[in-house]
């Protein structure tokens, strides 16, 4: 579906499952159990909910990432999709993605109004037609903590969107139980807490720790090896453990964008990538650490 043709604050609505969400899904680097514990409640929401009252066990098909930018939860929340899918082959699901800016940036006082059509017209029109997968991206900007809102700086406008995303998830939630809302935020501290609550699981996505790291520089270099074969040579896994000691504290952004730097280290890796040294990578992910506390100093 052309962008054009697509209700107002969705960016993008597609048929799954899809093999390129699948591939996500596998790229980032996550510890085992929570990518199950993610894939366990968004499949139980599709089995229990349709057969068990609320009444019973409280479950309201929201789900709600949460972790520094930068360590996959985007990522996940559309591979979660396409696997929460493939769990139910023949099972007609569909991915809509909201964009919550959208949303937001119309015109003053607007914000409740488009809020409200997209959950109870734009929303409720896909899950008529089928089980549905809804992405919430930086739910915070639609779900804001009222709590933390002075009028002055947050309008009332926000905070009678946040009221209109309540209400329009406890109406869909009681409709429609092949919905699953997949919500994401950078900063768990803005969102409401009555949303919070609404969740049937808040996953913390931690930033990689050393063997996540190693695991994620492995993957960067193999990718590169396809192309420039001397690469594959730097791969071993005392030298990816030695390098990843020095990457910790970086989000698996910033690990990639790291692999990146390295290769633009020199005008010679630059033209050449197959010279790229570990030499090359510790040096760029001393200065993005470097960076990084510099920028955390400066809050
Ligand atoms: N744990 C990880 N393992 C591998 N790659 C990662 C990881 N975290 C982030 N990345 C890389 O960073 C990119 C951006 O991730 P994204 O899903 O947008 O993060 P977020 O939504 O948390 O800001 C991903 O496409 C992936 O390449
Ligand atoms: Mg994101």
């Known amino acids: 579906m052309h962008v054009a043709d697509l209700p107002k604050g969705i960016h993008r609505s597609q048929e799954l499952p899809d093999p390129a969400l699948g591939a996500l899904w596998d790229s980032i680097v996550l510890n085992k159990k929570l990518k199950d514990q993610l894939l366990s409640q968004a499949v139980l929401n599709f089995t229990v909910r349709p057969k068990v009252a609320r009444s019973v066990i409280p479950l309201h098909g929201v789900i709600l990432l949460v ?45 409740q109004r488009a809020v409200s ?74 969102v409401d807490s009555a949303f919070t609550s609404r969740c049937d699981l808040v996953a913390q996505i931690p930033l990689p720790d050393r ?30 453990d030695r390098v990843a000691g020095e990457c910790i504290g970086l989000d698996g952004r910033a690990l990639r964008k790291t692999v990146a730097n390295a290769l633009a280290g020199t005008p010679e890796t630059a033209m050449d990538p197959s010279r790229l040294s570990l030499e090359a990578i510790v040096a760029a992910a001393r200065s993005a650490r470097a960076n990084r506390s510099e920028g955390n100093a400066r809050k």
């Open 67 to 111: 972790g520094p930018p930068g360590t996959g939860k985007t990522s996940l929340a559309r591979g979660l999709a396409h696997r929460t899918a493939q769990a139910f082959p023949g099972g007609r699901f569909r991915l809509l993605e909201v964009d919550p800016h959208t949303l937001t940036s119309s015109a003053m006082g607007k914000t």
């Open 117 to 190: 059509d997209l959950f109870s017209q734009s929303i409720a029109e896909a899950a008529t037609q089928g089980p549905t997968i809804v992405l919430l991206d930086e739910v915070e900007t639609l779900a804001a903590d009222r709590s933390k809102m002075s009028l002055e700086s947050n309008p009332v406008d926000i905070h009678r969107a946040t009221d209109a995303v309540l209400v329009q998830l406890d109406l869909l939630a009681e409709q429609f139980p092949k919905l699953l809302f997949v919500a994401t935020s950078n900063f768990p501290e803005a």
């Open 211 to 240: 063997v996540a790291c190693a695991q994620i520089l492995t993957d960067c270099l193999q990718g590169l090896a396809k192309t420039y074969s001397p690469i594959g040579k730097l791969i071993t896994t005392s030298a990816m």
